[in-house]
């Protein structure tokens, strides 16, 4: 099965913009039956174990997804050390940077020529949202920003069709966090089992895997550069990790 790699281009996109791409997103996940249960609901779904690689995931059906999705909420999460890296729930890095009360959000061009500044270059389609920076003091501390690809407005027919939802455009979101941190960890609800060992440009790293074919469901990617004391975590909702993998590495450059 041949993915619709995301391509990379210069950001160039007005930030009104986003909230169009997000409004996509959204639509898309309705339409293609990814969303969560509704409320009250719990007996309408019955969860399926994660299939393997060589598995059929027949995705043409409404709510195709929410057995997986179920199944995936059932798996146990908690905190634990990937690489050197503290991932879970109730994870975080450490930093030493702010003074209580110190902490103010600043526009995130204050970042730029420092380790936190942003990328400037994004995956092709994707609509940059509000970049934004933290500043304690004379020193930035963390920045971030949302990338969103709406879904092709053709996107439930063609997978209503019979064709797969992952070899269309079926919409998908990143965000792309950089702190100062004296050690590195990251809050996630991605299940334990998921998380593996892995490098970004030859630093170690986290990776929490998507719950299907490393795309559908929420993954995460977390890398560790001790030597400039910089926390990067490239964190996703229906991309592929490759593509997080790649964002990861430029938001290192």
Not at 102 to 107: H, M, P
């Amino acid at each position: 099965m041949e993915r619709k790699r995301l391509n990379w281009r210069l950001a160039g996109l007005a930030a009104a913009v986003a909230a169009v791409a997000v409004g996509g997103f959204a639509l898309g996940r309705t339409l293609l039956g990814s969303d969560g249960p509704a409320d009250g609901a719990p007996g309408d779904v019955t969860p399926l174990a994660t299939p393997g690689p060589n598995d059929a995931i027949d995705t043409s059906k409404p709510g195709w997804g929410l057995p997986y999705l179920d199944a995936d909420k059932a798996l146990p999460r908690y905190d634990q050390v990937v690489n050197g890296i503290a991932v879970g729930p109730s994870a975080k890095h450490e930093s030493g940077w702010c003074a209580p009360g110190q902490a103010r959000w600043v526009d995130a061009s204050e970042a730029d020529g420092t380790p936190l500044a942003l990328p400037k270059q994004f995956p092709a389609g994707g609509v940059p949202g509000e970049a934004r920076a933290v500043r304690c003091g004379d020193t930035i501390v963390h920045t971030e920003v949302t990338i969103a690809f709406p879904a092709s407005p053709a996107a439930a027919a063609e997978v209503a069709s019979g064709k797969s939802w992952f070899d269309v455009q079926h919409g998908g979101v990143m965000t792309i966090y950089k702190d100062l941190a004296t050690s590195p960890g990251f809050a996630s609800q991605i299940a334990s089992e998921r998380w593996e060992a892995a490098s970004v440009n030859g630093l170690p790293a986290a990776l929490g895997r998507a719950v299907l074919r490393d795309e559908f469901g929420e993954s995460a990617v977390v890398v560790w550069d001790a030597g400039r004391n910089l926390q990067v975590v490239v964190r996703g909702v229906d991309v592929h990790v490759d593509d997080l993998l790649a964002a990861a590495a430029e938001a290192l450059k």
